[in-house]
């Protein structure tokens, strides 16, 4: 599967990061301990971090197996967060992060809905799946609302060091074809 660098919802605009980015990403979402809670990194506390991450995930496209995309609005041009697809033998991961100004507006599940279309649009892709810690309804929520089914929890999961160090409970959302 080769992704398009850059694609379209009805009010977003997704496409491939740029190191340029580093600015907007730091100062709208990477600093900022309520939007990292859940995820697997610590708040950035340097825009040196943003530019390392950047740099990474920029190696990842190159790699073929590891993309992620800005998402910004398409009136403004404003960047929101990311979200990201690690393509698997047949299926693909997903995973995602939204500034705070832009919570419960549907922004997530908008991205998320396209790119995991997109994604089961590939002949080699048969399912997309994401993990959310049992605590984050959020995050549960957009998973439902695209349309993927919650097929259980994994216990023990994953590391959330923003959390515990120790690993949480999961629950693991997919959409097969
Ligand atoms: C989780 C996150 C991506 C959601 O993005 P979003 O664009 O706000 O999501 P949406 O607006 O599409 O949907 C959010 C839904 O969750 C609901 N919701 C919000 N907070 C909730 C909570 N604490 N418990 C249950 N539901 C909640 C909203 O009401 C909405 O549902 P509704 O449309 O039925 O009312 C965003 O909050 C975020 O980036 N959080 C920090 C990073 C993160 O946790 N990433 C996911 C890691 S798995």
Not at 141 to 151: H, I, N, S, Y
Request: charged fraction near 25%; proline fraction near 5%; glycine fraction near 6%.
């Amino acid at each position: 599967m080769k992704p398009p660098e850059r694609f379209l919802t009805s009010r977003l605009v997704l496409r491939k990061p740029s190191i340029e980015d580093a600015s907007g990403i730091f100062r709208e979402y990477a600093q900022d301990p309520a939007v990292t809670k859940y995820l697997v990194w610590r708040p950035h506390r340097s825009i040196e971090e943003t530019n390392t991450f950047l740099e990474q995930c920029l190696r990842n496209w190159e790699g073929g197996h590891d993309f992620a995309w800005v998402i910004e609005s398409k009136e403004k041009a404003a960047l929101m967060g990311m979200i990201g697809l690690r393509l698997e033998q047949t299926g693909a991961n997903l995973g995602y992060v939204l500034a705070v100004p832009f919570w419960n507006q549907g922004i997530m599940t908008e991205a998320v809905a396209a790119l995991a279309d997109c994604a089961l649009d590939q002949e080699s892709i048969f399912r997309v799946w994401a993990v959310t810690d049992v605590e984050n309804g959020g995050s549960a929520r957009v998973l439902q609302k695209a349309g993927m089914k919650c097929e259980g929890i994994l216990r023990r999961w994953i590391v959330l060091p923003n959390i515990s160090s120790e690993p949480r409970d999961c629950y693991c959302y997919a959409k097969t074809r």
